[in-house]
């Protein structure tokens, strides 16, 4: 099976930055790489499917990319409620997820 | 609205069984592959098993293949998670999830519901 590793697990950044996540498959995936976003006590919500695409109601300041074994979440001009743990998932398995604090 | 709501949760001994069910509605629930995602305290987010839209297929993690089963019940818009043989490793939320159609992707949960697996 296909491990998915996050890096980093946690960081803290400040309203208005950009931030980077980064999500290395062991092998090659195909493009069905999904982001998440959990906020504490609540359940995941679905930020971006396929690599890249935004789902529905995210902002904009939320991209995806990446190919291959290596994807990235950004999150631009960092926001207060940005402030979640962030999950990918390659088909049956999910990323150990990464602590955003701001 | 999509709906999802998870029950079934609730505290059971070590080698004990337990079944959720998850009610969903405002959506063709026979046309979405259904999945169970859980979360132990303080953990990150663990896929524990899938099926297909038609009940045709179901897919296990390693850590439940041949404990758990998946089931759906397309007539009561109904999905189903058995669970035997539990232990602590099993203590988490389990939530219910509904797939986008040809992804992967998970675009509708449930709150979630408790299993606590515990003397």
């Known amino acids: 099976d296909v491990q998915m590793t996050q890096s980093p697990s946690s960081l803290s950044a400040s309203v208005g930055d950009r931030v980077t996540i980064t999500c290395r498959a062991s092998?090659?995936?195909?493009?069905?790489l999904n982001w998440y976003q959990q906020k504490p006590g609540s359940a995941p919500n679905l930020l971006i499917s396929?690599?890249?695409n935004l789902h529905s109601g995210v902002p904009s300041r939320f991209r995806g990319s990446g190919t291959g074994t290596e994807f990235t979440l950004t999150i631009s001009d960092l926001q207060p409620e940005d402030s979640a743990s962030y999950y990918c998932?390659?088909?049956?398995?999910f990323g150990g997820g990464t602590k955003v604090e701001i | 609205e999509v709906q999802l709501l998870e029950s079934g949760g609730g505290l059971v001994q070590p080698g004990g069984s337990l079944r959720l069910s998850c009610a969903a509605s405002?959506?063709?629930?026979?046309?979405?592959?259904m999945t169970w995602v859980r979360q132990a305290p303080g953990k990150g987010l663990e896929w524990v098993s899938g099926?297909?839209?038609?009940?045709?297929?179901?897919f296990y993690a390693d850590s439940v293949k041949g404990r758990f089963t998946i089931s759906r019940d397309n007539s009561k818009n109904t999905l189903s998670l058995q669970m035997n043989s539990l232990t602590a490793e099993d203590t988490a939320v389990y939530y219910c999830?509904?797939?986008?159609?040809?992804?992967?992707?998970?675009?509708?949960w449930g709150q979630g519901t408790l299993v606590i697996v515990s003397t």
């Open positions: 099926i297909s839209a038609s009940a045709g297929d179901t």
């Open positions: 998932q390659f088909s049956g398995t």
């Open positions: 999830a509904r797939e986008v159609r040809s992804s992967t992707a998970l675009d509708h």
């Open positions: 396929a690599v890249s």
């Open positions: 405002g959506f063709t629930f026979s046309s979405h592959s």
């Open positions: 092998r090659t995936v195909t493009n069905y």
